[in-house]
T-cell receptor, first 109, second 118 residues
Framework: EDKVVQSPLSLVVHEGDTVTLNCSYEVTNFRSLLWYKQEKKAPTFLFMLTSSGIEKKSGRLSSILDKKELFSILNITATQTGDSAIYLC?????????FGSGTKLNVKP | DAGVIQSPRHEVTEMGQEVTLRCKPI?????LFWYRQTMMRGLELLIYFNNNVPIDDSGMPEDRFSAKMPNASFSTLKIQPSEPRDSAVYFC????????????????FGQGTRLTVV
């Protein structure tokens, strides 16, 4: 059965901390791994990863994909309260997206 | 373009009632997706359409759920009869292709309909 598993399910940190969110996948004919940030509305796109070992960065956020070990991580450095959200990862296999259940991040002042 | 538009934003209904959720995709997008999000199961794909034709409805949980796309600018997701376990946020998304596009997906997902069945 195709699936995506995220960990941890929830995380509480203080501003300035660095966090690492994990996403493992088992998806037939895997093509791409996507990360989304969801606040009190629809998910917003962060990264799409297709190649293994190539880090993508956007400000304090970065992500990398390991297609051999079937996982991806999302790093957030110097966290801010505005980073509080649910972070979703999704695996795409030319047919459909498979979403994980998300990691709920709470950044305290 | 205003993006994907869903209505209503919130719906509270009694068990047994019929519920209809509506979606207007982005003009020119040939693919439309219906997702359901719950705390327990995360974001699940229910059904998707290509050029108004249902392609994969394997995620539709039961016969109580049905979806239609009568034209390129409108889709509905209907639950009849509704049950408390149907309570969730239902997202509609549209895309010019079936796969991911590396753009800001505020233009990809609608704002969702929060359904509460009591």
């Amino acid at each position: 059965e195709d699936k995506v598993v995220q960990s941890p399910l929830s995380l509480v940190v203080h501003e300035g901390d660095t966090v690492t969110l994990n996403c493992s996948y088992e998806v037939t004919n895997f093509r791409s791994l996507l990360w989304y940030k969801q606040e009190k509305k629809a998910p917003t796109f962060l990264f799409m990863l297709t190649s293994s070992g190539i880090e993508k960065k956007s400000g304090r956020l970065s992500s990398i994909l390991d297609k051999k070990e079937l996982f991806s991580i999302l790093n957030i450095t110097a966290t801010q309260t505005g980073d509080s959200a649910i972070y979703l990862c999704a695996a795409y296999n030319f047919n459909k997206f498979y979403f994980g259940s998300g990691t709920k991040l709470n950044v305290k002042p | 373009d205003a993006g994907v538009i869903q209505s209503p934003r919130h719906e509270v209904t009694e068990m047994g009632q019929e519920v209809t959720l509506r979606c207007k995709p982005i003009s020119g997008h040939d693919y439309l997706f219906w997702y359901r999000q719950t705390m327990m199961r995360g974001l699940e794909l229910l059904i998707y359409f290509n050029n108004n034709v249902p392609i994969d409805d394997s995620g539709m949980p039961e016969d109580r759920f049905s979806a239609k796309m009568p034209n390129a600018s409108f889709s509905t997701l209907k639950i009849q009869p509704s049950e408390p376990r149907d309570s969730a946020v239902y997202f509609c998304a549209s895309s010019p292709q079936p796969g991911p596009i590396e753009v800001n997906t505020e233009a990809f997902f609608g704002q969702g309909t929060r359904l509460t069945v009591v």
